[in-house]
């Protein structure tokens, strides 16, 4: 694995290079800076330009440095069609929460503390590797399923259900990629987090009748118009399958917009995305808050915001088909199943 | 376990640590007593946390845990009194993890770190 390692101090790159060589990670180049690690880029990918695939298969970022800073960075890189599912690992004394939602919504794949323990490092960047390619086969299974399926057989079931990565939308991030951010908070001791659910009404429905390319451009629009009716909030959103979002954001910050499913609704029905019966374009589930103190905790206030959305939805549909809802007891879809 | 040759880059990597150690704490001790003086006291605490920023970055992995995590305090402190998030810490507290960062290089650089 190619990694190129960028930090303006010449002691934590070289402690960098010694500690992934200790890891197994012996083809590292370093940087001293923003500009020269974009050069080293430019100049690189030039050399290889019949490659597909960049030059380099792993970035290492630090935050602080002078002129452009690793955020900054970590955004340009992720602007050029080589890197936009490469591993960016940020490697930061930094730890408070602005700086981390600010790394991950620039597109960073995970956040490591300095000082930095080898092993760790290793570790994550391997981790990060895995995510990437599970990403790339993800995509690559979605895109490739057959068109000529008509119903929702097994494999189209699970194709819409998987959380594909949206992306092109700012602050829409992996659902893993999701799930590093807030078990980076919690390592941090920063758990003022909430999480809220989205549901795109005819999502199924769409799902049938349109290509794969099509509904996931789709997936996108309702992305966007998800990730603009935030407003002023900070926060991060990703895709769950099944036309569910989840989006997380800082109870310490700005509130959430009020009449946020009002918002939505007339966002929706203004792109053409109000079904005909009546039923709001884009659902909204209630916040829901939970202490986060380990993986599992995240999974749960994910999943507690999903349910939320979908007893809303099931209310919705029942009042338009004017039938009593059937909500199970403890409604929980456990996407985390096989993880 | 470490392999042979990362401990003997390890020893290289401390060894030039604490050359810029000698460096910075001069630099370090300088800054705060400015910052006690009150001439430039913004300035020179924002420097001062420039400085621990660095070494917090690195102590703890050439085996300096204690000043590591000095020097994590004054840079984190430093941080929140410079920005406008509530609570900041009060100057009284900014001094205080300034003096003791600057103790604990001391400490690093006489060999009781």
């Known amino acids: 694995m190619k990694i190129l390692s960028v930090d303006d101090d010449e002691l934590i790159l070289e402690l960098l290079v010694e500690s992934l060589a200790q890891a197994g990670f012996h083809d590292v180049t370093t940087a001293n800076s923003a500009q020269s690690a974009l050069d ?12 597909e695939e960049g030059s380099f298969d792993c970035f290492l970022l630090d935050i602080e440095m002078p002129g452009m800073n690793g955020i900054e960075l970590c955004t340009e890189i992720r602007k050029m069609p080589a890197y936009r599912r490469t591993p960016i690992l940020m490697v930061t004394t930094l730890s408070d929460r602005n700086n981390i939602e600010k790394a991950f919504a620039a597109g960073a794949t995970d956040y490591i503390n300095k000082p930095f323990d080898q092993i760790e490092l290793g570790s994550r960047i391997r981790l990060a590797r895995m995510l990437v390619n599970e990403q790339r086969r993800g995509l690559q299974a979605y895109f490739m399923a057959s068109a000529l399926t008509t119903g929702l057989d097994d494999e189209k079931t699970a194709l819409f259900q998987a959380p594909v990565t949206v992306e092109g939308v700012e602050r829409v991030v992996d659902l893993q990629v999701l799930e590093n951010f807030l078990l980076q908070l919690s390592r941090k001791g920063l758990y003022q987090s909430a999480a809220i659910a989205f549901k795109f009404t005819e999502a199924k429905e769409a799902f049938l009748k349109l290509g794969e390319a099509e509904y996931y451009e789709l997936l996108e629009k309702v992305a966007a118009l998800i990730a603009k009716g935030f407003g002023k909030c900070d926060f991060l959103l990703s895709h769950f399958g099944s036309g569910l979002f989840v989006g997380v954001i800082d109870r310490s910050g700005a509130p959430l917009p009020e009449n946020f499913g009002d918002i939505l609704a007339k966002a929706a029905e203004e792109a053409g995305l109000k079904p005909q019966d009546g039923r709001p374009g884009i659902i909204v589930g209630d916040p829901v808050e939970n202490p986060i103190h380990r993986r599992n905790d ?15 939805t099931l209310r919705i549909d029942a009042k338009v088909l004017k039938v009593k809802p059937l909500i199970p007891k403890g409604l929980k879809f456990n996407l985390f199943s096989d993880k | 376990m470490a392999k042979p040759d990362f401990e003997g880059a390890l020893a290289k990597i401390r060894t030039r640590f604490l050359d810029r150690l000698r460096e910075q704490s001069a630099e370090l001790r300088q800054l705060l007593e ?71 290089c001391e400490d690093a650089l006489s060999g009781n770190g």
């Open chain 2, 34 to 104: 400015q910052a006690e003086s009150g001439a430039g006291r913004r300035d020179s605490i924002k420097a001062f946390g420039a400085i621990a920023h660095k070494i917090a970055g690195l102590a703890k992995s050439v085996g300096f845990a204690e000043l590591g995590q000095a020097a994590l305090e004054a840079d984190q402190t430093i941080i929140r009194w410079l920005g406008d998030e509530e609570p900041q810490p009060s100057f009284s507290d900014v001094l205080w993890t300034m003096k003791n960062c600057l103790a604990r």
């Open chain 1, 40 to 51: 080293l880029i430019a100049a690189l990918d030039a050399e290889n330009m019949d490659d």
């Open chain 1, 298 to 312: 995240i999974h749960s206030m994910l999943l507690d915001a999903t349910a939320s959305v979908t007893e809303k």
